[in-house]
């Protein structure tokens, strides 16, 4: 039985569905709608850890992943004057310690791009057994205005007002999904997003010299923390995170990206350290991209035949370093239960759901009382916080915890899927 799949969002997990899905019934018809013009590869370092490199192994990707990870061998916290305050290593893939780096960080767009080239590549492969099936299929520049469900499928409306049937439409657009919002409604959608009280700023500006592998990590007082990373690139991401009460960053959310770089701005303008360089090189910088960090929390992940993919449903918030571990599980899943299911949408969109609520659950338990302490505001606070990432950092010399690399035995097994065992 092949289906006619619809998938909203070229990120990461739309793609990889895409690629799972085809791969186990080359007779699917698969079309992804993105509404950029073209593949939205920005974005900073991500993490790859607990089931992610499995599942890409599985895929056959995990080699040219590991060749386009950067190279970033710990954190340092400095203080105002850039003197180090804690230093922490890497943790390898599957090992749990406190610390910011593990064995496969990879620049976002990097991971987009091998996800998207590669199923390109199989798109080509497979295409020939595709039958009447058109294969995978990319529509760059389009997103759907209006969903409607029908006893034969759920009927799309895309925005320059063509109505196509599906069998199943996907929603892969990121945290703010309107896919969500069209399918459940604008009530619901915005009540799922949980915000962390914390406003973040990514960008790319110049490597100077001297800015060797380790990210650097101060703390500010006023609730704000800069991170930079520098790794093997030529240049450094600076990641600016705040808790402070904006309502001007609130604000500028919805307006142009020149606002929202004047609002960070004035936001960290006395925050010591390289403050200077690194808000000199906001201003230039092209591919700025700010958020207020939040996790998404769904009652239930489809409504009908429009099922929640990633961190349109199940968003768990970049402190975790799990959302996109948590987004190729999704993928994995989903392929995997439509894979075993056949025509029997409903019955896979339900066994997903069951599935899936472990795995969310354990990517989204997160203290926000933790998050708060990490964010002092005084100079006496940021003196006990560094004191105390200081001690955490030698515990965690002298007592790393044993290697954890078997949370591939969580995955449920789906031969179906012909991927590599
Ligand atoms: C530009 C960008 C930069 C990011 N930078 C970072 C980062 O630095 N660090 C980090 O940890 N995480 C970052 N993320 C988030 C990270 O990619 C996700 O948390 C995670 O990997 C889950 O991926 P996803 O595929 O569910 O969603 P995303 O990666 O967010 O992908 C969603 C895709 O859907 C597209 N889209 C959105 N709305 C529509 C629509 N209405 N119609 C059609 N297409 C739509 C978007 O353009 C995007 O391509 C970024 C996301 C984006 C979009």
Known sequence: MSLNVLIVGAGICGPALAMLLQKSNPKHNITIVERSPSLRSTGQQIDLKTQAPHILRKMGLLDEIKSNCVNETGLEMVDSKGKQIALFGASASGQRRPGLTSEHEIMRGDLVQVLYDASIKQDAELRHESGNGKGVTYVFGETITALDETTEGVDATFFGGQKKRYDLVVAADGQGSRTRRLAFGQEVSDAAFKSLGV?????????????????????????????????????????????????????????????????FAEMFKDADWQTDRLLAGLKTSDDFYAHEIGQIKMKQLSAGRVVLLGDAGYCPGPFTGLGTNLCLVGAYVLAGELARRGSDVAGALKSYEEKMRPFINDCQRFSSTTLGFLFPSSQLGIWSMNRILWAVSKISDIFPRSQQDDHWKDLPEYPELNLAS
């Open 199 to 263: 406003h973040a700023a990514y960008y790319s500006i110049p490597r100077i010299e001297g800015e060797g592998s380790l990210a650097r990590g101060h703390l500010a007082p006023g609730r704000r923390m800069i991170l930079t990373r520098t790794s093997d690139r030529p240049v450094t991401g600076v990641l600016l995170f705040t808790m402070k009460e904006s309502s001007r960053l609130q604000a500028s959310y919805q307006k142009s990206l020149e606002d929202q770089k004047e609002s």
